[in-house]
């Protein structure tokens, strides 16, 4: 895979060069920057009673495998987020394989749990649901829902070619148009993942403004409440210093609401959905909720030599 190519294709040039000069202010030479944000991040979320999940490609966790055994002794729940960050949409079934046999092994060396695995970019393929059905996974994670929350002619031409280039990049399936709600697929739980998300509002449409961000995930929080599903807010570590006071504040929300939001983990959501269909509950969500409510992020990087180890793991 020409990663270098993949970049210029999913984000455009201007939005390419811009993406470089923030990877310096957001990541450093050590993990100190990344591990402050990692667990101001799960401080946030713990305060409103649940933890975040975070799937953690294999290669990064063999780097840095203490910061995510404490990470994991405080609660977090991790998930496999391939063996390296490439497009698996482009792996045969046997690359799948070996891609996932090798993270299964660092994740198990490495003490940490797993019951979920979401793939990079969220780019998937048949050969991808052929694989993980050969692993001990409870539940996936990369169907994405896009809502219709975002005016983007109110934004620069520049703007809304990168947000098209994101919607070409994910293939997202339409909410207005689709239940958002987990499904079963050959015995494993697919749990769908909302956008726009941090990537898209911060980086492609330039939203620096917090309310704005919390305006918008507001809006999706209350559709899925309305309608009685589910949204899992993808929020990465690298930008909670730009919306860990947006997250805040929609936890807060979602706290208030009534009837009450369900907060869970997506393994938490997975063993509730399989639970629902072999027992036939009536109820779509537990402890009277109406909807349902998580928080998730990818890391691919923790340092600066992560991100760019990138271009050659592949």
């Not at 490609?57 to 495998?65: D, E, G, N, Q, V």
């Not at 404490?70 to 497009?87: M, P, S």
């Not at 975002?150 to 994910?170: G, R």
């Not at 339409?174 to 494993?188: C, D, E, M, Y």
Request: proline residues 6%.
């Amino acid at each position: 895979m020409n990663i270098p190519k993949f970049f210029y294709n999913s984000r455009g040039g201007v939005n390419l060069m811009k993406r470089v000069p923030t990877l310096f202010y957001r990541f450093g030479f050590t993990s100190k920057k990344i591990e402050k944000a990692l667990h101001t991040y799960v401080e946030i979320v713990q305060r409103f009673g649940c933890s975040p999940t975070f799937p953690i490609t294999a290669t990064t966790l063999k780097r840095h495998p203490k910061l995510i055994q404490n990470l994991q002794k405080r609660g977090v729940e991790f998930a496999i987020h391939g063996y390296v960050h490439t497009d698996y949409s482009q792996l045969s079934e046997r690359e799948h394989r070996e891609h996932l046999q090798k993270a299964v092994r660092i994740f198990n060396q490495c003490g940490i749990l797993f019951q979920g695995f979401r793939a990079p970019y969220l780019r998937w393929n048949g050969e991808t649901q052929k694989a993980i059905r050969q692993f001990p996974f409870l539940w996936t994670s990369h169907q994405v829902m896009v809502w219709d929350v975002i005016e983007l002619k109110e934004f620069p031409p520049s703007c809304q070619k990168a947000y098209e280039k994101v919607l070409k990049l994910y293939n997202p399936q339409s909410a207005s148009r689709h239940p958002v709600l987990p499904t079963s697929i050959n015995g494993f739980i697919e749990i769908p993942v909302s956008i726009p998300d941090d990537e898209v509002l911060i980086d492609r449409l330039g939203i620096r403004d917090q309310d704005k961000i919390f305006e918008v995930w507001k809006k999706i929080l209350d559709a899925t409440h309305q309608r009685g599903e589910l949204f899992v807010l993808q929020l990465h570590h690298e930008r909670i210093p730009y919306c860990g006071k947006a997250l805040e504040m929609l936890l807060h929300y979602g706290r208030e609401m009534d009837p009450p939001i369900w907060l869970a983990t997506l393994s938490e959501i997975a063993l509730w959905w399989k639970k629902r269909e072999k027992s036939l509950i009536s109820d779509r969500w537990p402890e009277k909720a109406k909807s349902a409510f998580s928080v998730s992020g990818d890391i691919d990087s923790i340092t600066l030599f992560d991100f760019f180890m990138r271009i050659f793991e592949v």
